[in-house]
């Protein structure tokens, strides 16, 4: 029989992919330039070049097995200690190969850092606003994800919140900085006192409790942002990276997972993800990828218009009166929406081809999630539609 936990699935389809499918559809019948769609977030600036070249020069001049064979189990030994290396020369840590387990993006880094210091039924913390596809990352390892509201005053930690929901049970602690959908980067001040937390409650329950880092976005942060790597303040850290947005090729699936190497179990967490490959059918990215982003390991592409776009649309959101934190990061805002119910609000957007995600499956309702990886061209002329939405609908602006 088919497994109808996954066919029920079928009826509870990604509102991303929903509207990102439904934007496409439209561009067919208006030409998709007519389309301002911020459903998506897929990087919209060319793959860093010296990452084709790389790829090019390989093609052209390499063993074919060693850039098509299958790699090790852990990821190709050069290629870790290269990303081992560059951690330590960014961030003043000291990685060694050994801490370094190659991954299929960030997706496959976490669902190996969730398997590693998890059994089915321990709980996963998590902090609204947060990626949907957490609860299905979680969920299929059979452990509990619990999660923390909102601080929607500036979208830090709700540690008030944090501190009555954390118990004997909870195993690791998730956090995405710089955040989707918020695009806030949680600060120093913010990380520092939740390894504090972390610290008393591994005392008090007398087990470790690991922090998981999501951080597809490191390298995407803005001018005046704080935006400390979460590793260098908490010994039980898993750092996850993906390469898909610092060098614009989410297609290639390539990322880490990056083990302290002051974390408990820290000379073996790797080889144990290497085991984990085998249970869940992932063995390893492909050579090609694993070899080039390793040869631009320090690169990444002309990522400056993801902050271009970020003001243009924040200045013109506040203008039109909408309540929205600013982004330390990312390529999201996450502005309230004009009434309670946002996916009235963005139902009503369609209408004049705008194409905004509702924020109820990212744990905050009533706001909703724009993803300005697009043309700055196109930023603009969706302005003049935006305001014509707002006052039309809304009321806001009308002179008169």
């Known amino acids: 029989m088919i497994n109808q936990s996954y066919k029920a699935l079928l009826s509870g389809k990604s509102i991303i992919r929903e ?124 452990a509990i994800m619990k999660v923390v509201p909102p601080n929607t005053k500036d979208f830090q930690i709700n540690f008030e919140a944090f501190e009555e929901m954390i118990n004997e049970k909870t195993m690791a602690v998730l956090i995405n900085t710089p955040n989707n959908p918020s695009g806030i980067a949680y600060s120093t001040e913010t990380i520092k006192r939740l390894a504090a937390v972390l610290e008393a409650k591994q005392k008090q329950f007398g087990h470790d409790i690991f922090l998981i880092s999501d951080e597809p976005y490191r390298e995407i942060v803005f001018e005046g942002a704080d935006s400390p790597y979460p590793s260098k303040f908490y010994d039980n850290t898993l750092s996850c990276y993906s390469f898909s947005k610092s060098l614009s090729l989410p297609g290639e699936r390539i990322g880490y997972v990056a083990v302290n190497p002051r974390c408990t179990d820290a000379d073996v967490l790797a080889v144990i993800m290497g085991q984990i490959s085998r249970g869940i059918g992932h063995n390893c990215p492909a050579s090609t990828s694993q070899l080039a982003v390793a040869k631009v390991i320090d690169e990444t592409s002309d990522l400056s218009v993801y902050e271009t776009n970020m003001n243009l649309i924040y200045d013109a959101l506040v203008d039109m009166g909408f309540t929205v934190v600013k982004p330390g990061g990312t390529f999201y805002i996450f502005p309230k929406a004009l009434e309670e119910d946002a996916n009235a609000f963005c139902m009503k957007a369609k209408k004049y081809d705008l194409i905004l995600v509702p924020a109820d499956n990212f744990g905050c309702p009533g706001y909703f999630r724009m993803a300005y990886c697009i043309d700055t061209e196109k930023v603009k002329r969706s302005l003049s539609v935006f305001r014509k939405f707002v006052e039309e609908e809304y009321g806001i602006g009308k002179k008169g």
């Open 19 to 142: 509207l990102s499918e439904y934007a496409t559809a439209r561009g067919k019948e208006i030409g998709y330039e007519n389309v301002f769609d911020y459903s998506l977030g897929n990087p919209s600036v060319p793959t860093a070049q010296g990452y084709t070249d790389a790829v090019i020069d390989m093609y052209q001049n390499k063993n074919p097995m060693e850039i098509h064979g299958y790699s090790p189990s852990l990821g190709i030994e050069w290629v870790r200690k290269t990303v081992a290396d560059s951690l330590n020369r960014r961030f003043d840590m000291d990685y060694d190969t050994k801490h370094i387990f190659m991954a299929s993006g960030a997706a496959g880094a976490l669902a190996h850092a969730f398997r590693a210091v998890t059994e089915p039924g321990d709980e996963i913390i998590v902090f609204a606003p947060f990626f949907p596809e957490y609860a299905q990352y979680i969920g299929r390892t059979g």
